[in-house]
């Protein structure tokens, strides 16, 4: 009871929208998109038991993708730069 199951839609205090994910049994689970504050997005990727899992994308405010922030989530550890199917 209370648990979070579904999507979920958050937003920033000036109104824009936060993010965007979804939930199973209360923990992230499925797809995740960030925005920043002028609403483009920030960061995406996909959560497993409310842990991140698989690629991760980081872009700048002005939409273009950062190569050196993005990179892929393998049992618990990061590979920044690790984008093999990232066009």
Avoid at 6 to 29: I, K, M
Avoid at 45 to 64: I, K, R, S
Wanted: glycine letters at 20%; a negative charge; zero cysteines.
């Amino acid at each position: 009871e209370g648990r979070r199951i579904g999507r979920w839609t958050f937003w920033q205090e000036n109104g824009a929208l936060g993010a965007v994910g979804h939930y199973a049994d209360g923990e992230g689970d499925g797809p995740w998109t960030l925005y920043h504050e002028n609403g483009t997005p920030w960061i995406s990727g996909e959560l497993a038991g409310g842990m991140p899992d698989g690629m991760w994308q980081v872009w700048n405010e002005d939409g273009t993708l950062d190569p050196e922030r993005t990179g892929i989530w393998e049992h618990g550890e990061f590979e920044i730069g690790k984008q093999d199917d990232v066009e």
